[in-house]
């Protein structure tokens, strides 16, 4: 009996072909009940994120199961052959069981320590056990890698510190403000990085947002999106008074907002803390704004110098996280060769 995992994720393959493996939820039971069809493993269980598309099975004779597996892959997603055995990793236990610990606990994620794995794999299984997939060995492996990533969680420190630009800029508003559910956003400029700022502090609370740009379409476009309203470029300064939260992310080649500025806000804001995010480049906001009283600046280097602080920290817990992994790997292989008898 012996458990194996083939797949490929993001260090091994493009997102062009990810893609094509990509397996919508609601084709798994189906896809599963194929593999059970072609009797492809005695246990199968499939994991298919945005960054990995994994099969996880048991068998007696995996030989057999581990070839009609890539062949069946090779179906699905009408990758040639050749292709997908050149990307694709086969892992056999114990190698294996070490790599589904590590998924699960965020230690194979492009983002070093993210937590979205964890439910992702939950979920995984759950739709394999109720399908009637999973048996008393990949029941045992995938729960355990659960605890496995919930201890990683507890008991290294491999998820302290954001590493997103959005998460950092919220923690950073968090940290001005403490509370965001009264504190109110504009956003000028209509770019995916702006969206993702200003989505990530509406979702920690922060009130309907003002977008202003130059294209007024494409503001109102955004604002609906946001929930918020639109204002025209020419009028943004009005709203400033009653905003907390400025975060910009034009394509000027120049500076648009100037310490002067600022300080004229400041007073008509009656010295109310003003964040600015200036995530353009080339910058929109002149850096000396950051020497006024209650005005907090920080623009793309700031954030990125943050994200990658935190990069390095998490990085450095990987030694605990790996001692963790391996003594949990040492406990599943020490109850499968009890429970089998294996040799």
């Known amino acids: 009996m012996e458990i194996w995992?083939?797949?490929?994720?993001?260090?091994?393959?493009?997102?062009?072909?990810?893609?094509?493996?990509?397996?919508?939820?609601?084709?798994?039971?189906?896809?599963?009940?194929?593999?059970?069809?072609r009797k492809i493993f005695d246990e199968r269980l499939v994991l298919s994120t945005c960054n990995r598309t994994e099969i996880y099975g048991v068998d007696k004779n995996p030989g057999r199961s581990v070839r009609l597996a890539k062949e069946f892959l090779c179906e699905y997603s009408r990758l040639e052959p050749s292709f997908l055995e050149e990307k694709l990793y086969v892992l056999r236990q114990p190698d294996s069981v070490d790599h589904l610990f590590s998924v699960a606990a965020g230690l194979d994620s492009m983002v070093l320590g993210e937590t979205e794995i964890i439910g992702q794999v939950k979920e995984a299984y759950l739709v394999a056990h109720q399908n009637q997939q999973t048996g008393k060995v990949l029941n045992n492996l995938f729960q355990r890698s659960l605890r496995v990533a919930k201890n990683v969680r507890t008991r290294t420190e491999i998820g302290a510190g954001r590493v997103g630009i959005a998460s950092i800029a919220v923690d950073l508003a968090e940290k001005i403000f403490e509370d965001l559910k009264n504190v109110r956003v504009m956003v000028m400029g209509t770019g995916e990085m702006a969206s993702q700022v200003t989505k990530a502090l509406i979702s920690r609370g922060a009130l309907s947002t003002i977008v202003s740009s130059r294209h007024f379409e494409r503001a109102r476009e955004l604002a609906a999106e946001l929930g918020g309203e639109a204002a025209p470029y020419e009028h943004y300064e009005e709203k400033?008074?009653?905003?907390?939260?400025?975060?910009?992310?034009t394509l000027a080649p120049r500076v648009l907002v100037r310490a002067e500025q600022v300080r004229q806000w400041m007073k008509a804001r009656h010295e109310r803390p003003l964040f600015l995010i200036d995530i353009a480049v080339p910058r929109n906001i002149e850096a000396s704004v950051e020497k006024l009283d209650n005005v907090y600046l920080y623009n793309l280097d700031d954030l990125e110098a943050i994200a990658n602080k935190n990069r390095i920290a998490r990085q450095g817990q990987m030694d605990a996280c790996s001692r963790l992994i391996k003594d949990q790997r040492q406990y599943f292989m020490d109850w499968l060769l009890k429970e089998f008898c294996l040799r």
């Not at 400033?240 to 992310?249: A, F, M």
């Open 5 to 37: 995992v083939l797949g490929l994720n993001h260090k091994t393959t493009p997102i062009e072909f990810r893609e094509k493996l990509s397996i919508p939820p609601h084709e798994t039971p189906g896809l599963l009940k194929a593999l059970e069809e």
């Open 240 to 249: 400033v008074k009653d905003t907390d939260i400025l975060v910009t992310s």
